[in-house]
Nanobody, 127 residues
């Protein structure tokens, strides 16, 4: 059984930074890509960043230049560095792992239909 556990969320003022982590256990095969998604009450879960099995990274435009997705070499931890946070970034953030294609475009990330999800970590940005 694969477990993804997010951490690093919290409350921060607008303009501040947070670094989210997603611990993967056990480690996944190299065929898996991963991504960060977020969700606010009453809205669908939306993707913000993705890294495919070859290391290709993509973002939605709303976070480009502010968020950075990285992964350690062993692919057991996924990170999301979030800078210049805005109130609209407030959401529950989830990491996901899948063997399906992972990619973000201007305002949309492919959402896996089969894969693994963490339980989420809350990010609250006050203006």
């Amino acid at each position: 059984q694969v477990h993804l556990v997010e951490s690093g969320g919290g409350s921060v003022e607008a303009g501040g930074s947070l670094r989210l982590s997603c611990a993967v256990s056990p480690s996944l095969p190299s065929t898996y890509g991963m991504g960060w998604f977020r969700q606010t009450p009453g809205k669908e879960r939306e993707g913000v960043a993705a890294i495919d099995p070859d290391g290709k990274i993509t973002y939605v435009d709303s976070v480009k230049g502010r968020f950075t997705i990285t992964q350690d070499n062993a692919k057991i931890t996924l990170y999301l560095q979030m800078n210049s946070l805005k109130s609209e970034d407030t959401a529950m953030y989830y990491c996901a792992a899948t063997e399906e294609r992972v990619e973000c475009s201007r305002n949309y990330c492919l959402r896996p239909s089969v894969g693994y999800w963490g339980q989420g970590t809350q990010v609250t940005v006050s203006s």
